[in-house]
């Protein structure tokens, strides 16, 4: 799974603190830490995507019939495995 570059990150991070300061929804004094807090989960939320990508490619490799990645039948085995594992955790 590819993860986003911390310029990036550093991007939507300013971009979520715009928004939410403009709509008057965040009352935080200090913006640095804001933007830090905001990258910091942005990364969490990723490591947990690769685990999940991960758990699920090794399912995909387990099975008998040996499903090629980029076949039609891996996509659509991937994107049912990864809902499985997200509803897993309730995201």
Do not use: C
């Amino acid at each position: 799974m590819k993860q986003l570059s911390d310029d990036r990150m550093s991007h939507l991070s300013h971009k979520i603190w715009e928004t939410l300061n403009k709509e008057g929804l965040v009352s935080y004094q200090d913006t640095q830490k804001a933007l830090i807090s905001f990258k910091k989960h942005f990364r969490q939320f990723f490591d947990v995507l690769a685990s999940i990508d991960q758990r699920v490619r090794q399912k995909i490799e387990t099975l008998k019939r040996g499903v090629p990645e980029g076949s039609r039948e891996w996509d659509i085995l991937h994107r049912q495995y990864f809902d499985e594992e997200v509803k897993k955790l309730r995201f």
